[in-house]
Nanobody
């Protein structure tokens, strides 16, 4: 059974930092491309960042330069370090695992990030 469990969300003032974590189980972690998405109130879910199996990171334009995605394969974990947070970063952040070899797509339950002005 695949499980992705996000943690690290909370309330932070604009300009502050948060580090989100996602712990994975039930998958061969190193076989998965790991992604973070977010969904703000009243908006569609949007892609935030990807880290490939080889460790290459790609970012949405809205967060590039402020957010860093990393992975720790031995710990089956992926992280999202968020700095210089803005009010518009307020959203539920979701961890996603995508396995290219079989197309399996798994999601966590999300963690709330609220940035206050």
């Amino acid at each position: 059974q695949v499980q992705l469990v996000e943690s690290g969300g909370g309330v932070v003032q604009a300009g502050g930092s948060l580090r989100l974590s996602c712990a994975a189980s039930g998958i061969i972690f190193s076989d998965n491309v790991m992604n973070w998405y977010r969904q703000a109130p009243g908006k569609q879910r949007e892609w935030v960042a990807t880290i490939t199996r080889a460790g290459m990171a790609v970012y949405a334009g809205s967060v590039r330069g402020r957010i860093t995605i990393t992975r720790d394969n031995p710990r089956n974990a992926v992280y999202l370090q968020m700095n210089s947070l803005k009010v518009e970063d307020t959203a539920v952040y979701y961890c996603n695992a995508r396995e290219p070899t079989n197309g399996r797509d798994s999601w966590g339950q999300g963690t709330q990030v609220t940035v206050s002005s």
